[in-house]
């Protein structure tokens, strides 16, 4: 089939039909499931590939800027879908199967999820894949191909434990190895110097490789015509050592090709918690070495020099975890190609940008330098000349603040700090919504920030929405569509158009239709797989986001608690119909994580024995939510949980997703929900709890969570059920924390929250309101599209421009 002519059904099935034959030997009458799945796979990957090759090749003519995201993670789930979708082939696919009585969405089922990642931070990055695609930028994502994804979680009894997530076999379908464009990575030995003339030889010896091998996965953008390159490195061993086998030491050779290999075997499932672990450091520099290595490649084998660099590409580094592209570029600059080291330098910081996503402490990146240097010898002096430089640079500027100055250090007290060089090696820093921006100038970056102010910056985040609101609701896409015309699904501030009809009943009633459809739907695969009966008319409160303390998963659940007792007290009181949707994965070694898992599925238990409330409110934990689950869950939400402790949620993104989808944000001033109340106003979100600036008073003035116990009589009465037991197991863990340290304050905040969901209960009953506001939601969620953000990325950072026109 050619390229950007539109593909007919007859093209389409004799294209189908070829692939089922020439690959798999059959016939289409005689292929199941999985082999319409991979045929139809490499089918539309053949067809992607066309059209990259097409993009490429503009790229190339009109020597545009390249754009390049380098990320540990890349959370995509699944391909088939969206790629069928944006290249405008899904109804032709359908039909085509549906001739041979195959079902395209039984297909769809076949795929794994491409679970590359944790949480929000590899989300993320696969929503701006999607955005870059789609604004025509020349873009490509680094990262690594791990055998094996974020673990599936299994609840035995409540608690979490894992299996081993192997997504290849079926997710390969979507990877082309590029075996030409493999490169060797150095790890260990040492550096020999010697001086040849005026010049300085530089030379790692008694090294081990590593070689590197690209897979390539093509993300197309909305009308197909740009296509992003997510390059995925795998890591191999470079042949068995001959000197080793010569020497007789068959075991050591055998033994260093596995060490090796197990570079990229497995994803690090912890989400804002550091690891110490010499594995994670060998992944990040395996990433970075062979990123840059492959980005200074294609750059010289157009201009033939790396004096434009600066103008021709971009770096973006998503947190600090490819910050050694600082260093390695350098080592690149100066020990390949001879350059000197201002020149060198220059040329780095202006190429190079960092955006951070946290501000939990410990999640911020250090190496103890002994490790650092031992497994990256050149890496480690080359730190070591920009840490001496940019110390007296900082010197001079702060008039002689050691103290500052050793704030602000890479190295210090024989560690290494990822965020110092990022930040002292970038031309822009930025944070993912305008509060945590904020925080990063007046807390975690502040003297960087005084020194040089000009480097900080904001994008606040934004959400691949044709993915979670027209690929996902598909009848709210129709709604939308018919209102307002099809010009949002490529223009997302086209969704204001919505807010014109507030008032009109039957546009209200229609919404109304819609979420319950979708919440019947979300009802019967509950129930399917857990098999809990859901009421689809119950209030939908859904949290869902990794499991951490300070996302406060356990204040929902403490609510739930009080709640119950308040029902026990008051069997006539008026409380709807609630059912309490959660979804997490924790980190495997975090234990209080896991307990507040276990809490939340014995408190469903319990609700679930006593025929007194069972019918008013009930639990359901999904297990192994991940990027397919959430898919059909955020139509399906009336109620979003974004309840984290103000100053700590970064941004968030599953709030723009349930937003978008119409649900109704139950939220504190955190994160991007700050710029949610900002879009919808004051009626349209139920705000409550301490803001950031409260939050910083309390703490300073002496926090005692006791006080609010003491205090509050719904509260104290949750917190001793924790010590009495649920269904026989006692939660003293969670229990002490909250009362000695309650280091998110749960405590303080739980009366205005317990406040803000009386006030839920009795407005969701005004139907009329409760759907205006749904409408608002779905009206004012346009600028949380990710294609706005790479805007702004483009515009403000990266000085990067669309490479079609129009008449392309
Ligand atoms: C740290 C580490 C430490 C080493 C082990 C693996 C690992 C993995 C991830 C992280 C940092 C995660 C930071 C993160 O996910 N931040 C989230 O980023 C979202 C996108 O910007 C944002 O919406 C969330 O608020 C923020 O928590």
Known sequence: MKVNQTITKQQFRDALRQKLSHHFGVQPENADYDTYYRALGLLVRDILQDKRKNFNDQVREKEGKQVYYL????????????????????????????????????????????????????????????????GDYAAMGYSLRYEFGIFRQKLVDGWQTELPDAWLPGGDVWLVKRPNHTVEIKFDGHIKESWDGNYHHVEQVDYNAVEAVPYDMYVPGADGKGV???????????????????????????????????????????????????????????????????????????????SNLPDKVAIQLNDTHPALAIPELMRIMLDECGMGWEEAWDLVTRTVAYTNHTVMAEALEVWPEDLFQSLLPR?????????????????????????????????????????????????????????????????VFHDFYTLYPEKFKNVTNGIAYRRWLCQSNPELTQLLTKLIGPGFTTDASQLQKFGKFENDKTV?????????????????????????LVDPDSIFDVQVKRLHEYKRQHLNALHILALYQ????????????????????????????????????????????????????KIVYLEDYRVTVAEE???????????????????GTGNMKLMINGAITLGTLDGANVEIHRAVGDDNIVLFGLKADEVDSLKASGYNPMVYYNNNAYLRGAID????????????????????????????????????????????????????????????????????????????????QPILTKED
């Open 71 to 134: 990320c540990m993670e890349f959370l995509m789930g699944r391909s088939l879908k969206n790629n069928l979708y944006n290249l405008g082939l899904e109804d032709i696919a359908r039909e085509v199967l549906s001739d041979f009585d195959i079902k395209l969405e039984n297909i769809y089922k076949r795929e794994p999820d491409a679970g590359l990642g944790n949480g929000g931070l590899g989300r993320l990055a696969a929503c701006f894949l999607d955005g870059l695609a789609t």
């Open 228 to 306: 992003a390159v997510l390059r995925l490195w795998s890591a191999c061993a470079p042949g068995l050592d001959m000197n080793l086998f010569n020497q007789g030491d068959y075991i050591r050779a055998v033994e260093r090709d596995a060490m090796a290999e197990v570079i990229t075997k497995v994803l690090y499932p912890s989400d804002n918690h550091r690891e110490g672990k010499s594995l994670r450091l060998r992944q990040q520099y395996f990433l970075v070495s062979a990123s840059i290595q492959d980005i200074i490649h294609r750059h010289l084998s157009q201009y033939g020099s790396l």
């Open 379 to 443: 890496i480690h002096q080359i730190v070591q000349e920009i840490n001496r430089r940019a110390s007296e640079e900082m010197m001079m500027k702060t008039g002689g603040n050691s103290q500052k100055v050793s704030n602000m250090a890479i190295i210090s007290y024989g560690m290494v700090k990822m965020a110092n060089l990022s930040v002292i090696g970038s031309h822009s820093v930025n944070g993912v919504s305008q509060l945590h921006s904020q925080i990063l100038k007046d807390t």
């Open 508 to 532: 209200l009633a229609e919404l109304e239709t819609i979420k319950r459809n979708n919440k019947v739907r979300l009802s019967n695969t509950i129930q399917r797989q857990s098999g809990i």
């Open 566 to 617: 308040y029902i026990k007290e008051n069997p006539n009181a008026d409380v709807k119909p609630h059912t309490f949707i959660f979804g997490a994965k924790a980190a495997p070694g975090y234990y209080l994580a896991k307990q507040i898992i276990q809490m939340i599925c014995k408190i469903g238990q319990m609700l679930e024995k006593d025929p007194q409330v069972r019918d008013l409110i």
């Open 633 to 651: 869950l955020m139509p399906a939400a009336d109620v979003s949980e974004q309840i984290s402790l103000a100053g700590t949620e970064a941004s």
């Open 721 to 800: 059920m924790l010590s009495r037991g649920i269904e026989g197991t006692d939660f003293n863990d969670i229990r002490n924390s909250l009362m000695n340290k309650d280091p998110y304050m749960v405590m303080a905040d739980f009366e205005d929250y317990h406040r803000a969901h009386q006030y839920i209960n009795q407005i969701y009953g005004d139907r009329d309101t409760w759907n205006k506001m749904s409408l608002h939601n779905i009206a004012g969620a346009g600028i949380f599209s990710a294609d706005r953000s790479i805007a702004e990325y483009a515009g403000n950072i990266w000085h990067a």
